[in-house]
């Protein structure tokens, strides 16, 4: 089955202690992206990457990382993580970025105190 | 950052009854997007319309895309509890970002 896949689904931690959410897919696309999304403010993008070894930030980067050393994974690292950063988190990908469909993973909620 | 308005924000209408969800800007998007996302998973597309004037269907929903690609509307007929949900819609920007704009939801629930 075509999917991507969060884990873990639900977080909470402590401010500080580096966390790593991480996402896969099978679909062997190129472009993939982490995303945010708040209450009021809707979806907003973290980071994407167009391929392995490219990545560059989106709208909203500051106190993230990632990476994407595979095609099929790309983690979101939080070093240290704020209570600011709790959020429902979501990965997703797709055959070429604008035009063409997102599949999303189920999100990542995580509460940061 | 481009931005998408959606209106209105929540909708809470009987089965049976018509809507439209609007999403409109001041930047011209290449294509625009409508999600639908249900409680507890990520959003799925249900259309991607690309040309200024464009109308698409699906079953009870219509799609429409603006003549100067700005704004895009979803109208729902005789919508049913399964529309239940919150509709987002997402603008590819037609200056060439990678960095796709979504609009803040319109939370839509419909009562049996």
């Known amino acids: 089955e075509a999917q991507v896949t969060q884990n873990p689904r639900y977080l909470i931690t402590v401010t500080g202690k580096k966390l790593t959410v991480t996402c896969s897919q099978n679909?062997?696309?190129?472009?993939m992206s982490w995303y945010r999304q708040d209450p009021g403010l809707g979806l907003r993008q973290i980071y994407y990457?167009?391929?392995?070894?490219?990545?560059d930030k989106g709208d909203v980067p500051e106190g993230y990382k990632v990476s994407r050393k595979e095609k099929r994974n790309f983690p979101l690292i939080l070093e240290s993580p704020s209570p600011n950063q709790t959020s429902l988190y979501f990965c997703?990908?797709?055959?070429?970025?604008?035009?063409?469909?997102?599949?999303f993973g189920p999100g990542t909620r995580l509460t940061v105190l | 950052t481009q931005l998408l308005e959606q209106s209105p924000q929540f909708l809470s209408i009987q089965e049976g009854e018509n809507l439209t969800v609007y999403c409109n800007s001041s930047?011209?998007?290449?294509?625009l997007q409508w999600y639908r996302q249900e409680p507890g998973e990520g959003p799925v597309l249900l259309v991607t319309?690309?040309?200024?004037?464009e109308v698409k269907k699906l079953k009870r929903l219509t799609f429409q895309f603006g003549d100067a690609r700005k704004d895009s509307s979803l109208h729902i007929t005789a919508a049913q509890p399964g529309d239940t949900g919150l509709y987002l819609c997402?603008?590819?920007?037609?200056?060439?970002?990678?960095?796709?704009?979504f609009g803040r939801g319109t939370s839509l629930i419909v009562h049996p």
């Open positions: 997703a990908s797709s055959v070429e970025r604008r035009d063409n469909e997102q599949f």
């Open positions: 679909m062997n696309h190129e472009y």
């Open positions: 990457s167009m391929n392995v070894e490219v990545t």
């Open positions: 930047s011209v998007f290449s294509s």
């Open positions: 319309v690309v040309t200024g004037g």
């Open positions: 997402a603008g590819a920007s037609s200056g060439g970002s990678y960095i796709p704009t």
